[in-house]
């Protein structure tokens, strides 16, 4: 039987605690590390209905990218969907885990699994830090696009209905800097990078004022950071090849409809 500290191990060696965002809450946020596991259900939110699934699947454990308990909690009630999969984690005796930035800033994290959809080549992290971790990835397309053209190919690799974007450039689109989530804080840092154009989500109306060459698409938060929780479920089975441990049938956690 293993332990929910195993599971963590696992984790933390891939994208470590200690390199989060100051900000963040990654990490252990319901249980103890010497909890016994004997199954794990991931999903990319840690909400009510993913913790009903847990408990029918009889996993131990959930493991999310983003975090249950995000910041400080005023109340826990079941009138609030955080509260109510906070009850529902501890009454059936569930550990919650979370890999939000620590899964942002490595290379085979959140954006590297953007620029792999993307088939991006050359790839280097967008904003480096220290230790080769950081924010974002810039690459290349194989072969340079015009506007259109990403545009279309953006929306099939990413099953997309609609993209919210700045002006089309004129000229062809070789370089590309990609980062899951809300990524608008490193636009400058894509411009500076050369990148012709930046994928992210998130982006509010003025950051779409845009210089004439370079071009941004909004694919939405959820669209682009859901691969995270397939690079998490081969991790953890390639390291517990015998343990039960499965996707959410339910993945599109994403609070946003579009109509």
């Known amino acids: 039987m293993y332990k929910v500290k195993d599971i963590v191990r696992v984790i933390e ?3 470590p605690l200690s390199i989060q965002e100051k900000w963040d809450n990654s990490g252990l946020s319901i249980g103890s590390p010497e909890s016994e596991v004997s199954s794990v259900l991931l999903g990319l939110d840690c909400t009510p209905e993913l913790v009903d699934e847990a408990v029918e699947f009889g996993a131990d454990m959930i493991v999310t ?35 939000h930035t620590t899964a942002d800033k490595v290379m085979a994290g959140v954006s590297g699994a953007m620029a792999a959809r993307l088939g991006l080549e050359s790839v280097s ?67 500076a990078a050369g990148a012709d154009l930046y994928i992210t989500g998130d982006v509010s109306y003025h950051h779409f004022f845009t210089r004439n060459d370079f071009m941004i698409m909004d694919i939405g938060h959820y669209e ?27 993945l599109n956690s994403n609070p946003i409809y579009y109509f």
């Open 13 to 15: 060696d891939f994208a």
């Open 65 to 99: 990218h983003h975090p249950l308990i995000f910041s400080g909690l005023r109340k826990i009630s079941p009138d609030d969907p955080t509260g109510s999969a906070v009850m529902k984690a501890i009454s059936a005796g569930i550990s919650v885990y979370a890999a």
């Open 125 to 191: 992290v967008l904003d480096p830090e220290e230790g080769g971790t950081g924010l974002g990835v810039t690459g290349n397309f194989a072969s340079p696009m015009t506007a259109e053209e990403a545009l279309q190919y953006v929306k099939e690799k990413f099953s997309l209905k609609v993209i919210r974007s700045s002006r089309p450039v004129s000229g062809l689109i070789s370089r590309v800097a990609v980062c899951g989530g809300a990524g608008s804080s490193l636009i400058d840092r894509a411009m």
């Open 224 to 250: 682009s950071e859901k691969d995270i929780v397939h690079v998490l479920f081969s991790l953890i089975k390639k390291n517990f090849p015998n343990f039960a441990v499965r996707i959410t049938e339910n």
